[in-house]
């Protein structure tokens, strides 16, 4: 069903979707031969494989079958997998890595790869890239900038996400809202969300246009500042908390609270909790920023729903926020087995292989061809989704300050449920990070 292809890499910027398509035979032909040349003298080796693939189809079906098609063109290499569920995998892998019992492929998250590159947990990949000529502009530019740490690759991408903003068209009737113009700025989500919300007798939510409410939306404090134009760290990533755009973002957040009301927020999320699957898909919010995937949940359980997918609403240029799960060699000092991990690396994040994981997982591959493939492209919703990735950028890594982003979450709690003036809630924020930066 397989067969070997060499994936082709572009280093850059830009959109992100969710995976696979084919490549002519002169490609394939290339592509056999270069393997042949780098593999065809090499021991017997085998390669331990850590995902986080534990149940299902992937689990079950597409990984066996993906790996016994690489081991059928690589008969010297033998890949074992094993897959660990999201919650357990980072304790296992980092408690492995620290007791220098890696795996030596294993996936990881695509945010933080420069923090292990820095700590020289990983094997460098150029070496290998201009010993295979292996062209890296298949793969999404914002993805591969991910992927560097001092001039140098340490992984390959195999998913990300973007935020989008989901309206439902059927609540736009409903409230007199032309149904396939969504907002296009703050003002506008607004004054959509004033016309769309629905209250009952009581005073409690019947229908909600629309909240950044964390619990309720899969948007950040940073993500919204993003959109406002606002920036966390300057050219010589000095902090920038205080930036009024940044401030404008959590006063943005605020407003929503202020205008449904604490106790009816509360009572709403606690509604959210016991819902089948979240008040967008189950009609009760009209609008929500979440991540692609969502469409896959909408077309299981509601593939009559009558809803659109459009560019985060902003202020200056449009932006949206990417993340998503990488491939790396983790360095066990054995190159036999690096090398080996190298050729399976290549082939699991090739078109081919990627466009299979598309189709079952709905997520957004790092490889263009296999996002932008005709049989997915033809998808309108789908082709929304992957034009953000022009749009799409990642948080920057600060190695001072890893997760500084998490420090948001902090200021969004202490305004929303401490009653904390936005300011002072982000001036801490900022303190936290000039100490960390100057530490």
Same mark, same amino acid.
């Given at each position: 069903?397989?067969?070997?292809?060499?994936?082709?890499?572009?280093?850059?910027?830009?959109?992100?979707?969710?995976?696979?398509?084919?490549?002519?035979?002169?490609?394939?032909?290339?592509?056999?031969?270069?393997?042949?040349?780098?593999?065809?003298?090499?021991?017997?080796?085998?390669?331990?494989?850590?995902?986080?693939?534990?149940?299902?189809?992937?689990?079950?079906?597409?990984?066996?079958?993906?790996?016994?098609?690489?081991?059928?063109?690589?008969?010297?290499?033998?890949?074992?997998?094993?897959?660990?569920?999201?919650?357990?995998?980072?304790?296992?892998?980092?408690?492995?890595?620290?007791?220098?019992?890696?795996?030596?492929?294993?996936?990881?998250?695509?945010?933080?790869?420069?923090?292990?590159?820095?700590?020289?947990?990983?094997?460098?990949?150029?070496?290998?890239?201009?010993?295979?000529?292996?062209?890296?502009?298949?793969?999404?530019?914002?993805?591969?900038?991910?992927?560097?740490?001092?001039?140098?690759?340490?992984?390959?991408?195999?998913?990300?996400?973007?935020?989008?903003?989901?309206?439902?068209?059927?609540?736009?009737?409903?409230?007199?809202?032309?149904?396939?113009?969504?907002?296009?700025?703050?003002?506008?989500?607004?004054?959509?969300?004033?016309?769309?919300?629905?209250?009952?007798?009581?005073? @409690?939510?019947?229908?909600?246009?629309?909240?950044?409410?964390?619990?309720?939306?899969?948007?950040?404090?940073?993500?919204?500042?993003?959109?406002?134009?606002?920036?966390?760290?300057?050219?010589?990533?000095?902090?920038?908390?205080?930036?009024?755009?940044?401030?404008?973002?959590?006063?943005?957040?605020?407003?929503?609270?202020?205008?449904?009301?604490?106790?009816?927020?509360?009572?709403?999320?606690?509604?959210?909790?016991?819902?089948?699957?979240?008040?967008?898909?189950?009609?009760?919010?009209?609008?929500?920023?979440?991540?692609?995937?969502?469409?896959?949940?909408?077309?299981?359980?509601?593939?009559?729903?009558?809803?659109?997918?459009?560019?985060?609403?902003?202020?200056?240029?449009?932006?949206?926020?990417?993340?998503?799960?990488?491939?790396?060699?983790?360095?066990?000092?054995?190159?036999?087995?690096?090398?080996?991990?190298?050729?399976?690396?290549?082939?699991?994040? @090739?078109?081919?292989?990627?466009?299979?994981?598309?189709?079952?997982?709905?997520?957004?591959?790092?490889?263009?061809?296999?996002?932008?493939?005709?049989?997915?492209?033809?998808?309108?919703?789908?082709?929304?989704?992957?034009?953000?990735?022009?749009?799409?950028?990642?948080?920057?890594?600060?190695?001072?300050?890893?997760?500084?982003?998490?420090?948001?979450?902090?200021?969004?709690?202490?305004?929303?449920?401490?009653?904390?003036?936005?300011?002072?809630?982000?001036?801490?924020?900022?303190?936290?990070?000039?100490?960390?930066?100057?530490?």
């Amino acid at each position: 069903m397989f067969k070997n292809k060499k994936s082709k890499i572009m280093l850059g910027l830009t959109s992100v979707t969710l995976l696979l398509a084919a490549c002519g035979n002169a490609e394939e032909d290339t592509t056999k031969d270069a393997n042949v040349d780098s593999a065809s003298d090499v021991e017997e080796v085998e390669i331990d494989f850590w995902h986080m693939y534990t149940d299902g189809v992937m689990a079950e079906e597409v990984l066996p079958e993906v790996i016994a098609a690489f081991e059928d063109d690589n008969p010297h290499i033998t890949v074992n997998h094993l897959g660990t569920n999201f919650f357990d995998y980072w304790t296992k892998l980092n408690t492995a890595i620290a007791g220098q019992v890696a795996p030596d492929l294993a996936m990881n998250d695509s945010s933080t790869v420069p923090a292990r590159a820095a700590n020289n947990i990983l094997v460098p990949l150029n070496q290998y890239i201009e010993a295979d000529d292996f062209d890296t502009s298949v793969y999404y530019p914002v993805l591969m900038d991910a992927m560097e740490y001092e001039g140098d690759y340490y992984g390959i991408a195999n998913d990300t996400d973007v935020r989008v903003l989901y309206w439902n068209k059927e609540h736009f009737r409903e409230a007199g809202l032309d149904p396939d113009i969504p907002p296009k700025n703050w003002e506008e989500l607004i004054e959509f969300t004033e016309l769309l919300t629905k209250t009952n007798d009581d005073g @409690s939510i019947q229908q909600m246009g629309f909240t950044p409410d964390m619990w309720l939306s899969n948007i950040q404090v940073h993500t919204l500042a993003w959109t406002n134009g606002g920036e966390f760290w300057d050219e010589d990533l000095n902090p920038t908390f205080m930036d009024p755009k940044n401030l404008e973002a959590v006063e943005f957040i605020k407003y929503f609270q202020d205008f449904y009301g604490v106790e009816e927020m509360s009572a709403f999320r606690s509604e959210a909790g016991v819902m089948d699957h979240g008040p967008f898909v189950d009609g009760r919010l009209s609008m929500v920023m979440d991540v692609g995937n969502l469409t896959r949940t909408i077309l299981r359980e509601k593939p009559d729903m009558d809803y659109g997918i459009a560019t985060l609403p902003h202020a200056g240029d449009p932006v949206t926020y990417s993340a998503g799960f990488n491939y790396e060699i983790i360095d066990n000092g054995d190159d036999a087995k690096a090398r080996a991990s190298w050729d399976f690396l290549k082939y699991i994040t @090739s078109e081919e292989v990627q466009k299979r994981f598309v189709e079952e997982t709905g997520s957004l591959s790092s490889n263009r061809l296999a996002a932008e493939a005709d049989e997915f492209m033809k998808d309108e919703n789908w082709a929304a989704i992957v034009a953000q990735m022009e749009h799409a950028r990642f948080i920057e890594f600060i190695p001072q300050h890893p997760n500084w982003n998490g420090s948001l979450v902090t200021v969004q709690e202490a305004v929303l449920s401490d009653g904390i003036p936005v300011e002072e809630a982000m001036l801490e924020a900022q303190n936290q990070a000039e100490q960390a930066v100057n530490q």
